[in-house]
């Protein structure tokens, strides 16, 4: 019930195409959905996040669908640039308190020109 | 934005030895950080969390005594790794979580420290 399942495990994109990654979780409890970008050799950077009380949010290219009744929770990355080439984590926790995220395994996405 | 910082950024010691890492959060009061360990292309390993001024809660399988955590304040916390060995050759980050307003709250990872150990 902890888990959050995460994918493609890897994502290959054109230029200017739209990245999509996938998260599904079990626990009804999480609420809380936060996306992180991580480069090689770097720590993960906080992203966009979103809670159950709405359905989507964006910030610039970055866009959190969510869908609470199946449970599931999607980041789309549109004009996707070369600069984009991470590594993507979905997460989710319960607030408040000290309760740790979960985390995803992870989406190695590359844009290629 | 929220900043955490780790130090060193990488260290390579000799087996046995112990090795410390310094975790703080530079413009922010935490209210509980943790530490995760990464092995190359995989995701994020809690190894435990940790409050300020109380022993710190670690994972099922990660042993207290070889990975010893203190959180001195609300923007401090070390890891030691204590006797390491190879097997202890690893990608350590910390993270820091901000309240927000309300129930609120973010979390912030520091930029990660890689240890070798020969």
């Known amino acids: 019930q902890q888990q959050v399942k995460q994918s493609p495990q890897s994502l290959i994109v054109q230029k200017g195409g739209i990245s999509i990654i996938n998260c599904a979780y079990e626990?009804?409890?999480?609420?809380?959905f936060p996306w992180y970008q991580q480069f090689p050799g770097k720590g993960p950077a906080l992203l966009i996040a979103i809670r159950p009380d709405v359905s989507e949010k964006k910030e610039g290219r970055f866009t959190i669908s969510f869908n609470k009744s199946a449970k599931q929770f999607s980041l789309h990355i549109m004009d996707s640039q070369p600069g984009d080439s991470a590594t993507y984590f979905c997460?989710?926790?319960?607030?408040?308190?000290?309760?740790?995220?979960?985390f995803g395994k992870g989406t190695r996405l590359s844009v290629i020109a | 934005g929220a900043v955490v910082s780790q130090h060193p950024s990488w260290v390579i010691c000799k087996s046995g030895t112990s090795v410390k890492i310094e975790c703080r959060s530079l413009?922010?009061?935490?209210?509980?950080m943790f530490w995760y360990r990464q092995f190359p292309k995989q995701s994020l390993m809690l190894m435990a969390t940790s409050n300020e001024g109380s022993k710190a809660t670690y994972e099922q399988g990660v042993e207290k005594d070889k990975f010893l955590i203190n959180h001195a304040s609300l923007t401090l916390s070390t890891l030691t790794v204590t006797s390491a060995h190879p097997e202890d050759s690893s990608f350590y980050i910390c993270?820091?979580?901000?309240?927000?307003?309300?129930?609120?709250?973010?979390?912030?990872f520091g930029p990660g420290t890689r240890l070798t150990v020969t």
């Open positions: 413009d922010f009061q935490a209210t509980t």
């Open positions: 626990n009804t409890a999480f609420d809380y």
């Open positions: 993270s820091a979580r901000l309240r927000r307003t309300g129930k609120r709250y973010e979390q912030y």
């Open positions: 997460a989710a926790s319960i607030s408040p308190g000290n309760t740790p995220l979960v």
